[in-house]
């Protein structure tokens, strides 16, 4: 769907704790990232 | 030397700086210690940290999802973490916005004997359903597979068309 927002599409949000345990994390609305969301 | 936030910081601390403040002190952790610990040692080791950081003047305001391979049982493991630290093992999951688009999707095709291949087409009608629904100009996803050899990222075509039901 198109919209006047846009996700950033190559945004790691997961880190690796140790080999074989991998953690996604998220916070409220586009405060995650940097930079998040950007200007359509 | 124990890795320590830096509590006197004015704002609320980003999701990111948790991330790898858990990341650093698992892997002290382990030095320390000399021994790898498993999915479930893990998901302790976080929650404790998420429920000491609750308890704080300004406290970490983040959600997890731990998904981990424990090579002495021979299986995966997932865990729910919420931002107020609680814990829960789930056969499956969703967090963000793409939860209230994708877990009816996986509560209906989920099966605990999957494959990998049959993974990925529930993945692709989860993914699916975001370009048809979610109101944001959806780029795609990062698919990063945990197996007993490691942690591996998944080639997965964003760009495929989308056929309305």
Same mark, same amino acid.
């Given at each position: 769907?198109?919209?006047?927002?846009? &996700?950033?599409?190559?945004?790691?949000?997961?880190? #690796? &704790?140790?080999?074989?345990? &991998?953690?996604?994390? #998220?916070?409220?609305?586009g405060d995650t990232g940097m930079s998040d969301v950007l200007p359509a | 030397m124990y890795y320590r936030r830096d509590e006197h910081s004015p704002l609320t601390p980003s999701p990111v700086q948790f991330a790898e403040y858990v990341q650093a002190n698992i892997q002290l952790y382990s030095k320390r210690n000399g021994s790898e610990l498993s999915p479930y040692e893990v998901s302790s080791f976080v929650r404790s940290s998420l429920a000491k950081s609750l308890r704080s003047r300004n406290p970490y305001n983040v959600n997890l999802l731990l998904g981990g391979f424990d090579p002495i049982t021979d299986k995966p493991e997932l865990y729910w973490i919420d931002y107020l630290a609680s814990s829960a093992r789930v056969p499956y999951a969703a967090h963000g916005y793409a939860q209230y688009y994708c877990l009816s999707t996986l509560d209906k095709h989920h099966h605990p004997d999957i494959d990998f291949e049959q993974g990925m087409k529930i993945l692709r009608m989860c993914t699916d359903e975001l370009k048809r629904r979610l109101p944001i100009d959806f780029k795609g996803v990062l698919v990063k597979v945990v197996t007993k050899d490691g942690i591996r990222e998944e080639p997965y075509e964003d760009e495929k068309p989308v056929y309305a039901p």
């Open positions: 769907m198109r919209g006047p927002t846009v &996700l950033k599409a190559q945004d790691d949000k997961t880190r #690796s &704790l140790n080999k074989h345990t &991998l953690m996604a994390y #998220s916070g409220e609305a | -």
